[in-house]
């Protein structure tokens, strides 16, 4: 059908030799972070720990003590202190559990990661602040930080400009508020010269992405069902080309990989390349996320009149497998439920431990 790589991800799941994914972090973050990275880390960890069991406690205290005053015991009692405690207990037990348990997954998928960008003529990069690129987006909030960040060429089909991968997180404010955002981006090279152009993700109750397209553009309709799952945007001496680039074919090739999923995706065209961006992070050593680039990379090259891509044929977006692993990776968060249950039951067991206290006094 076309040479889009097709990516080797059997380094992503090969086993890890014992204690070598620690070794190499260590020597990563000292070599690309400076030799105090880790203790940076660490005590970032620890501080943010801090401040969210002391709040913790705080609520707590405040929640028996509201409790035992609707129980009749107006004065304070050592019960509150002991109560709000052993409602904490099991937040600090977690919050130690999944501090240690990240750290480790995060030095296995920098070590496969590496593997993988080594197979395919990549290279992968930790972390890069403030990050420099022209979609909207990388302009947006404050504290700007792309994580996991890969990059190579691509192949002829797509012109063998530059490519690029990653997590990006920024900050935006509300009156005081700081808002932490995280998405994941794929930067593609189109293969032809395209307008400037952008496609917002309605499919989610209408839901906005948390920056400004580019100033200047305004909406287009496209028809067939598409305007009700992206809004297209551009500017308007750009109308009729963007149409001509947007044709049925490329939008139904767009509603498949991209739309109705569990996360918004817009993307933006710009400067001769086009961003493609979920709105929540992803993770980039799961096979499926490349499969899911492979598949994105086959849809640009079909921006291309001449494309092979463009006349038909059996597309492996198509595989029902596929598509499952698609759905799996833009699918919902899981573990919801998990985390209401373990905030609900200390809440519940306080709440009776408090009007217990009263009572039995």
């Known amino acids: 059908m076309s040479d889009v790589t097709t990516f080797d991800t059997t380094t992503l799941t ?3 030799p014992s204690g070598a994914a620690e070794a190499e972090a260590a020597g990563r973050l000292r070599d ?5 990275a880790r203790a940076r880390m660490t005590v970032g960890a620890v501080v943010g720990t801090v401040v969210l069991l002391v709040g913790a406690a705080v609520l707590a205290g405040l929640f028996v003590r509201l409790v035992q005053l609707l129980f009749g015991a107006y004065e304070f009692t050592p019960s509150t ?3 709000a405690v052993l409602m904490v207990l099991p937040l ?10 990240s750290r480790r997954e995060l030095e296995r998928a920098w070590y496969r990661l590496r593997r993988f960008a080594e197979a395919n003529g990549l290279t992968h990069t930790i972390r890069i602040t403030d990050p420099v690129h022209p979609a909207a987006v990388f302009a947006a909030g404050t504290d700007r930080v792309s994580s996991d960040v890969m990059r190579g060429s691509v192949p002829s089909a797509l012109g063998g400009g530059a490519f690029e991968a990653g997590n990006h997180g920024f900050d935006t404010w509300a009156a005081r508020a700081r808002l932490p955002h995280e998405l994941d981006y794929v930067m593609l090279p189109l293969p032809v010269p395209t307008p400037a152009f952008t496609l917002i993700d309605l499919s989610h109750a209408k ?3 948390p920056w400004e397209p580019a100033a200047g553009q305004q909406a287009i309709p496209l028809g067939d069902g598409f305007d009700e799952l992206f809004e297209t945007r551009c500017a308007p001496e750009a109308e009729g080309a963007v149409r001509a680039v947007l044709t049925p074919t490329l939008r139904a090739a767009l509603t498949r990989l991209v739309a109705r999923a569990q996360v918004g995706v817009d993307l933006e065209a710009v400067d001769g390349v086009l961003f493609v961006i979920v709105r929540r992070g992803l993770p980039i050593s799961d096979p499926a996320y490349w499969e899911w680039v492979e598949d994105l990379m086959r849809l640009v090259e079909q921006v291309d009149p001449r494309s092979p891509a463009r006349q038909g044929g059996t597309d492996p977006a198509e595989d029902p497998q596929r598509a499952a692993r698609r759905a799996r990776l833009l699918g919902r968060v899981r573990g919801g439920r998990q985390a ?8 519940v067991l306080g709440a009776v431990a408090a009007a217990v206290s009263v009572m039995w006094r």
């Open 14 to 16: 090969d086993p890890i």
């Open 81 to 83: 202190v002991v109560i």
């Open 207 to 209: 839901a906005r992405p």
């Open 32 to 36: 690309e972070e400076g030799p105090d």
């Open 92 to 101: 600090v037990v977690m919050r130690i559990r999944g501090l240690s348990g």
């Open 340 to 347: 209401a249950v373990g905030c609900l039951l200390p809440l």
